[in-house]
């Protein structure tokens, strides 16, 4: 996300949720049914306290902890992202320089991948044997793709991606885009592997520090740019609009041609994540932490929020269409989602754990 976890700074008070234990002192069985969707509580940097919750459609109820309550243990400092892939659930946990793999039936666990992880960021299956991890190293700089062998679950090789902040992973046939976000410098790129030979295929330079990415019905990629933002050292450190960049939304052919440049007005902005709904051919995405909602076919960005709600991430469930809002009010206290129908109405609110930063889907 936006915020710069490797300079957070101050004292902040860890509250420790222990979980009921069975008449045997064991772990219990959490809830987690196949019908619903993961939310990632990222928790706060160096405190030890990201968690994972799930929201179950069939009984319209959210389990809290599902690492704790599955394990008998905490899942660690500042989990980034959870994907699902054959029956496996696969935690990025990047302070802890991990990643949690579990079954998706119970969460129990399957495995830990510690050897040749950093940072990791953002995990995505490519094949029934392999997957990629996406890392900033140890700087927060070095930007790279970690090569898992699913079925020993371990780092079989490096892609070195020679960027800043390798993050999202978007999957399209038989290659990969991965968006160079920046970490904490900045970056321009969108690395393009073939997944076949785990080369890089090309670079697609277009404008600062991309973010999200989504294929619409059409085939085309749509990706947020968070642009840069210049911060002025003899001006209390405020944003200088002048040697900034602007956020925008770039849609882009798979072959990396421009379709279409959307940029905000406001250079001070961030827009950060996107998601798509069902049938592809509407977009959400987040601008200053306000949801915006438009139209494969429009021509210029929306004027008006879809809600002016201030959320931290941004998920649609591609079964219901239901746009969920994941709310941090600070990194102390447990953070909320707002679910939201397809006409913008307020249907549901539950309380999750500190620090939501989105979902994934079963």
């Given at each position: 996300?936006?915020?710069?976890?490797?300079?957070?700074?101050?004292?902040?008070?860890?509250?420790?949720?222990?979980?009921?234990?069975?008449?045997?002192?064991?772990?219990?069985?959490?809830?987690?049914?196949?019908?619903?969707?993961?939310?990632?509580?990222?928790?706060?940097?160096?405190?030890?306290?990201t968690s994972i919750s799930f929201y179950d459609r069939s009984d319209d109820a959210v389990t809290n902890d599902?690492?704790?309550?599955?394990?008998?243990?905490?899942?660690?400092?500042?989990?980034?992202?959870?994907?699902?892939?054959?029956?496996?659930?696969?935690?990025?946990?990047?302070?802890?320089?991990?990643?949690?793999?579990?079954?998706?039936?119970?969460?129990?666990?399957?495995?830990?991948?510690?050897?040749?992880?950093?940072?990791?960021?953002?995990?995505?299956?490519?094949?029934?044997?392999?997957?990629?991890?996406?890392?900033?190293?140890?700087?927060?700089?070095s930007g790279s793709v970690r090569v898992i062998d699913l079925t020993t679950n371990k780092v079989s090789a490096?892609?070195?991606?020679?960027?800043?902040?390798?993050?999202?992973?978007?999957?399209?046939?038989?290659?990969?885009?991965?968006?160079?976000?920046?970490?904490?410098?900045?970056?321009?790129?969108?690395?393009?592997?073939?997944?076949?030979?785990?080369?890089?295929?090309?670079?697609?330079?277009?404008?600062?520090?991309?973010?999200?990415?989504?294929?619409?019905?059409?085939?085309?990629?749509?990706?947020t740019y968070r642009g840069y933002k210049f911060y002025d050292p003899a001006n209390n450190f405020a944003i200088?609009?002048?040697?900034?960049?602007?956020?925008?939304?770039?849609?882009?052919?798979?072959?990396?041609?421009?379709?279409?440049?959307?940029?905000?007005?406001?250079?001070?902005?961030?827009?950060?994540?996107?998601?798509?709904?069902?049938?592809?051919?509407?977009?959400?995405?987040?601008?200053?932490?306000?949801?915006?909602?438009?139209?494969?076919?429009?021509?210029?960005?929306?004027?008006?929020?879809?809600?002016?709600?201030?959320?931290?991430?941004?998920?649609?469930?591609?079964?219901?269409?239901?746009?969920?809002?994941?709310?941090?009010?600070?990194?102390?206290?447990?953070?909320?989602?707002?679910?939201?129908?397809?006409?913008?109405?307020?249907?549901?609110?539950?309380?999750?754990?500190?620090?939501?930063?989105?979902?994934?889907?079963?």
């Amino acid at each position: 996300m936006i915020k710069n976890r490797f300079f957070i700074l101050g004292l902040i008070a860890l509250s420790a949720l222990i979980s009921s234990c069975s008449d045997d002192d064991g772990p219990d069985s959490p809830k987690v049914g196949s019908e619903g969707f993961y939310i990632v509580n990222e928790g706060a940097f160096g405190n030890g306290n990201t968690s994972i919750s799930f929201y179950d459609r069939s009984d319209d109820a959210v389990t809290n902890d599902l690492f704790m309550k599955a394990n008998g243990v905490t899942l660690g400092d500042q989990a980034q992202s959870i994907a699902v892939h054959n029956e496996r659930a696969y935690i990025a946990v990047q302070n802890s320089s991990k990643i949690e793999v579990v079954k998706t039936d119970d969460f129990s666990s399957v495995a830990t991948i510690s050897d040749g992880v950093e940072s990791p960021r953002y995990f995505i299956g490519v094949s029934d044997t392999k997957g990629y991890v996406s890392d900033w190293g140890t700087d927060g700089l070095s930007g790279s793709v970690r090569v898992i062998d699913l079925t020993t679950n371990k780092v079989s090789a490096t892609i070195q991606t020679n960027s800043q902040g390798a993050n999202r992973m978007l999957l399209v046939g038989n290659e990969v885009f991965l968006a160079n976000s920046g970490g904490l410098g900045r970056d321009s790129t969108i690395t393009v592997i073939n997944t076949t030979t785990d080369n890089i295929s090309r670079e697609i330079n277009l404008a600062d520090n991309p973010d999200g990415m989504v294929q619409d019905a059409n085939g085309d990629i749509w990706v947020t740019y968070r642009g840069y933002k210049f911060y002025d050292p003899a001006n209390n450190f405020a944003i200088d609009e002048d040697k900034s960049t602007p956020a925008s939304i770039i849609k882009i052919s798979t072959e990396g041609k421009v379709l279409q440049r959307l940029e905000h007005s406001d250079v001070t902005g961030w827009s950060t994540s996107i998601n798509i709904n069902s049938t592809g051919d509407k977009i959400y995405y987040l601008f200053n932490r306000n949801i915006y909602e438009m139209s494969i076919t429009d021509t210029s960005l929306p004027s008006s929020a879809f809600t002016s709600d201030r959320y931290y991430g941004l998920s649609v469930d591609p079964i219901t269409d239901n746009v969920i809002g994941c709310e941090a009010p600070d990194f102390s206290s447990s953070g909320n989602i707002d679910i939201y129908n397809s006409t913008g109405t307020l249907e549901s609110t539950f309380s999750v754990g500190i620090g939501p930063n989105g979902c994934t889907y079963l």
